[in-house]
């Protein structure tokens, strides 16, 4: 992935650009190639003769990538980022000499609208012009180029030394074309950029390159503009080879707020945490009853789900999908996870937010005193009836307890003996309808026999202590029964619940989520290995995806994903410190007062 936090592009070993969206995240791509086929639109450049060897790595600290050929008569490197956004997005590639000559081609498929769109293409000064609608690339090279088959290509050679360069941008078509750059000292600025950054991290411990490497990736699927983080850059990349469990992940999910806040805090990026909680506050800004569980990347709610029958999906995983259903759906669990992320912010020391108000904290208590009853989707959104799912109803009890928390601090005032009965009547009825005593473990929801990896928060959200006899058989029953191959899946399948077919690789947040708990009971040993086998698996340059199938050895699901790698970040810091902190103590006086 390269980047400029406003979108992302995905380049192949093979060094092919084979997804795009332009201007942001949430833009129709102009390479869809990933999820079609490359008429759907890519931009490779590579060896016209056989590669003996390819070696990528990011230039340290920063998410400019760099490929290396290696072909009988010499290498060559491509050098590919995005340059950081001032006005309109920028793509630079760059081809190098290493050593010897190669003889290099190059093949440029413009498709706008995910690949259903074909431009007008025509020859300009140092380069192409491509429209279409709304859309206008300008490409700037010195190489020579040609058209042929709706398509432009190129052939050059290098020698060592010598440099072929290449600068993409996109802009509206009804307005003037931006200014060329100059592509060495916009490379230059934009190392600079990302190292500055990066040297603001401030966990220095064992894992720290895996840890730099997840916090730059975070940082890479930020939307600048309002400080929301999309779960993935990409849509539809199946979680099954084949299957349908194909969806649009180009969005800000409230779900993953608190843990996304945390992995921020822990390293020291204050300023990107509190953005992350002012986009979550505009976001959730309304009534407490129609809290979406997931938001557009300004806050946007709706997200109006489509298919795309002209695209035939990654390795033929159909249906490839935009927007997405789930935004319509009731998640109870939302609500503990926006409490839960303000608490943490202002114990980290962030102050009010310019937001908040107090009659939303007011007005969450009241919607949980009868809506904490409800059934829901749950977690997982599930697309199967509505159940009374014990990790939701768990987040219920923590969005009630950390507002009474707070009110505790002074923070607002509340009739305190009234919510605390609530808060002990939802922990008493998920202690009782939750758990299985023959299981000897919490189910997924009341009355059911199903297990769940969701359960594992539990001592992470201070649900109940690590040591508890029921946690530890939790625990113990996910690790009998959803464990596969060392890797933790989701949930016990079956289409009754979540009204999907069978097949989906293990969720690699789980799995971290198991390293946690593995930490929080004193088995330090055993989370080590696994958080050893997980980073393991991230691909050549350090990305994971959302799930891993062990036993192909491949990542499946949108790539890289946000949750992943905010589970491996604050993985790490609780392996370094060799414990969890359910509650954070605050770095402020408690006896604040606003």
């Not at 310019?354 to 697309?383: K, Y």
């Not at 023959?438 to 009355?447: A, D, K, R, T």
Request: aromatic fraction near 10%; glycine fraction near 8%.
């Amino acid at each position: 992935m390269i980047g400029d936090c406003h979108t992302a592009a995905l380049v192949s070993k093979q060094g092919s650009i084979d997804w795009l969206c332009l201007p942001s995240f949430d833009s129709p791509a102009c390479f869809a190639a990933l999820i079609g086929s490359p008429e759907n639109g890519h931009w490779s450049i590579s060896p016209t003769e056989p590669v003996r060897a390819i070696r990528r790595h990011y230039r340290d600290s920063t998410l400019i990538l760099e490929t290396e050929f290696e072909t009988e008569s010499g290498s060559a490197k491509i050098i590919d980022c995005m340059m950081t956004r001032e006005g309109t997005p920028k793509l630079l590639r760059v081809v190098v000499g290493t050593s010897g000559q190669v003889r290099m081609k190059m093949e440029l498929i413009i498709r706008f609208d995910y690949g259903s769109v074909v431009p007008w293409v025509r020859r300009t000064e140092a380069g192409i012009s491509a429209i279409g609608g709304p859309d206008m690339i300008r490409l700037h090279t010195d190489a020579p180029l040609f058209g042929e088959n709706l398509k432009t290509e190129s052939e050059f050679t290098v020698d060592e030394g010598q440099k072929v360069s290449f600068a993409m941008t996109w802009y509206p078509s009804n307005e003037r074309e931006p200014a060329p750059v100059d592509i060495e000292s916009a490379i230059q600025k934009t190392e600079k950029w990302w190292r500055h950054w990066s040297d603001q991290c401030t966990y220095q411990g064992r894992w720290r390159d895996a840890v730099m490497r997840s916090l730059l990736t975070l940082k890479a699927l930020t939307f600048l503009p309002t400080g929301g983080i999309v779960a993935a850059p990409t849509t539809s990349l199946p979680e099954w080879l084949g299957g349908v469990r194909n969806w649009d992940y180009r969005f800000c999910w409230v779900r993953d707020a608190t843990l996304t806040l945390q992995s921020l805090l822990n390293a020291g990026y204050l300023d990107e945490a509190r953005e992350w909680r002012e986009w979550l506050l505009r976001a959730v800004a309304g009534s407490p009853s129609e809290l979406n569980l997931l938001y557009g990347l300004r806050g946007e709610r709706r997200l109006t789900e489509l298919e795309l029958p002209w695209l035939k999906g990654y390795e033929n995983s159909v249906p490839v999908r935009i927007g997405n259903a789930a935004y319509k759906q009731y998640q109870l669990d939302i609500f503990g996870e926006v409490v839960n992320t303000l608490f943490h912010a202002r114990q980290a020391g962030l102050g009010p937010s310019r937001h908040a108000r107090n009659d939303i904290a007011l007005a969450m208590l009241e919607f949980l005193e009868t809506g904490w009853e409800r059934p829901d989707e749950g977690i997982w959104e599930v697309r199967g009836p509505r159940r009374h799912f014990v990790h939701s109803k768990m987040m219920a009890w923590v969005a009630v307890d950390r507002l009474i928390r707070s009110s505790e601090l002074g923070r607002f005032k509340t009739d305190l003996p009234r919510w605390k009965k609530l808060r002990d009547a939802i922990h008493e009825q998920v202690c009782t309808k939750g758990f299985d005593p023959e299981l000897n473990s919490f189910v997924q929801y009341y009355g059911g026999r199903h297990l769940d990896a969701s359960l594992l928060m539990m001592p992470l959200v201070g649900f109940l202590p690590a040591d508890d006899p029921r946690v530890l058989g939790t625990v113990k029953a996910i690790e009998t029964n959803l464990m596969r191959n060392g890797f933790v899946e989701r949930y016990t399948e079956d289409p009754a619940v979540d009204g999907m077919p069978h097949g989906e690789a293990s969720f690699l947040a789980c799995s971290f989520w198991m390293v946690d708990n593995y930490v929080a009971q004193g088995r330090q040993t055993e989370a080590e290995n696994m958080f050893e086998r997980l980073i393991s698996i991230r691909n050549d340059v350090g990305l994971l995806s959302e799930e891993y199938d062990a036993v192909a050895k491949r990542q499946l699901g949108n790539f890289p994903q946000a949750f992943s790698h905010v589970g491996l970040v604050n993985a790490a810091f609780n392996l370094t410190r060799g414990s969890i902190e359910p509650i954070p103590l605050a770095r402020v006086k408690a006896t604040e007062r606003h």
